[in-house]
């Protein structure tokens, strides 16, 4: 038995949601979280994802964009994101951590998110009694 953590954007909540399910995920929980990965050190790849984001923004609010987009890049300030916690059993972590991973990949070169595989001493269903593998 194992338990994946995937950390992922929150634009990608649906996505994970169904590549779960289609993974054949037993169950799962999802969590609003904030936090931050590793520091981007490529200046390209932040200053490309800062003209973009501007872009999107009107002139007049472009100034109240512009420092908020910097203290998100800098890693002055949390990205928000969802955590999903997955209890799996080991033969279907490897289909599971696949589909969280197709459906996070983006193209921005940062902050698609963290699976982490842990694993798990015991599982107790509680309406039941089961315990171990039969509890997922």
Sequence with gaps: MKE???IVRMNKTNATKKA???AGAA???ATKVVGRGKMVVDTSTIEDRKRELLSMTSEEDRANAEVLIESFLNGARL???RMFNIMAHDQDVSNIVEAITV???TDNHVGDGKIFVLPLGDVVRVRT???GDEAI
């Design 79 to 81: 990205f928000p994101r």
């Design 103 to 105: 459906a996070n990949r």
């Design 27 to 29: 169950g799962f929980t």
């Design 20 to 22: 779960l399910i289609e």
């Design 4 to 6: 994946i953590i995937a």
């Design 129 to 131: 009694g089961e315990t």
